[in-house]
């Protein structure tokens, strides 16, 4: 159907087809200086060593554990309140994920106290998201990580230019990985970028991301290498120059997107301050974030009544969405025998509500209207 209010808006325009054409008439649409550009732009914005382009966020997460050393038998605990491809980056290295509950329903963020309570000697890494771009609390999971020679991964999808003290969200780990999907903050369509302060990391990853080969193409063309070796059994993840070319521009955006997102996120609080029957997550944040999303959860509720809600709010045009089903209750994950009642609880009762920076006061002011009538009708 055809919403009056879309769950999500594309924040594209001229400046992103004026990109595109200029690369392709630049005849170099692979890998090559536009994406090299992007990786700069990017450490020069995040304030980070090294970025490396790559196809997506799910092959950044598999190229983290790989660089990183994770391997058979490995445990990483990791939440479940997150898209899947968080923690099947874990089996993709042979390595068993651990899932650990949220801290509460207005925290959607992984629980630093269970952290704690289920490191075993096979632990071996860590990995956090960034739920909506609010952060988790990364000192005290640094601390933990430390002091059981733990490594630490930040899946950082929601998260571009998040703060956290002096940091940017993605930064502060061993590595951190973003998402430039068609519905994020930063949208290239597909594409991923890792980055790291760490140089050993961020050879090895350059090397992994082109079949483990010591030059790459573009090079060659441009004379600065006739031969290549192959040292590493690498894999073809690279991003191109085409998307590369949108990104620019996407980050070019970014900063005053996010502080419209940030107006629009006070918006909603003020038009849903005095309803009850639902809790804003993260209502008592103070940092910069990123608002990749506007999640509210339901009060003595459950899946039935969350759907009822929905519906209700479709039937009236909003479009909304739910993030995420609990990972742990997918088939392929239910022999953990995990046991997550915040999670499970949030993934039965969350409801996503539209967030883009070019929504009205007037638009969410009846998406604030609808949802109050949803949920007194249940």
């Known amino acids: 159907m055809s919403y009056k209010i879309p769950l999500f808006d594309l924040n594209f325009s001229d400046a992103e087809t004026a990109a595109v054409v200029e690369t392709l008439n630049s005849k170099w649409i692979s890998t090559g200086p536009r994406t090299s550009e992007f990786e700069n732009k990017f450490c020069e914005l995040f304030n980070v060593n090294h970025s490396v382009a790559l196809s997506n966020c799910t092959v950044a997460l598999h190229m983290a554990f790989k660089v990183l050393g994770i391997g058979d038998g490995d445990e990483v605990i990791c939440p479940s309140l997150t898209f899947v491809a968080t923690v099947n980056s874990i089996k993709y290295v042979n ?11 207005s925290n959607l963020t992984i629980d630093p106290e269970q952290i704690e309570n289920l490191i075993t000697p096979r632990t071996k890494a860590i990995i956090v998201m960034h739920y909506a771009g609010f952060p988790c609390d990364m000192n005290r999971i640094m601390s ?10 930040e899946d950082a999808c929601h998260a571009p230019l998040s703060e956290y003290g002096s940091d940017k969200l993605g930064t502060i780990a061993d590595v951190g990985c973003f998402s430039f999907f068609s ?10 970028m890792l980055v ?19 030059s790459m193409s573009y090079e ?11 040292v590493e059994l690498g894999y073809n993840y690279r991003m191109d120059d085409i998307r590369a070319s949108i990104g620019i521009v996407q980050l070019d955006k970014l900063k005053s997107d996010l502080a419209k ?16 029957g639902i809790v804003i997550p993260f ?32 039937s009236q045009g909003i479009q909304t969405s739910v993030h995420y089903p609990a990972v742990h209750r997918f088939t392929i994950y239910k022999n953990a ?27 969410i002011s009846y998406i604030a209207e609808q949802l109050k009538k949803a949920i007194q009708s249940n």
């Open 261 to 276: 997102r940030e107006e629009v996120r006070k918006i909603y609080c003020e038009k849903l301050a005095d309803m009850s």
């Open 220 to 230: 060659r063309s441009k004379g600065h290498s006739t031969s290549y070796d192959v």
């Open 337 to 363: 025998n995990a046991k997550l009642p915040e999670t499970e609880y949030v993934t039965d009762n969350e409801i996503t509500l539209p967030m883009y920076s070019a929504l009205t006061e007037k638009e």
């Open 283 to 314: 209502s008592d944040n103070e940092e910069f974030v990123s608002n990749y999303i506007f999640p509210v959860v339901l009060l003595d509720s459950d899946y039935d009544k969350r759907e009822s809600v929905r519906n209700f709010l479709h």
């Open 196 to 214: 790291t302060n760490n140089t050993d990391l961020y050879d090895k990853v350059k090397l992994l991301r082109s079949h483990g080969m010591t």
């Open 95 to 105: 390595a068993v994920p651990v899932f650990c509950d949220i801290i509460s329903k």
């Open 183 to 192: 519905n994020k903050n930063i949208s290239t369509g597909e594409g991923g």
């Open 144 to 153: 933990i990580a430390k002091k059981n020679n733990l490594k630490v991964i």
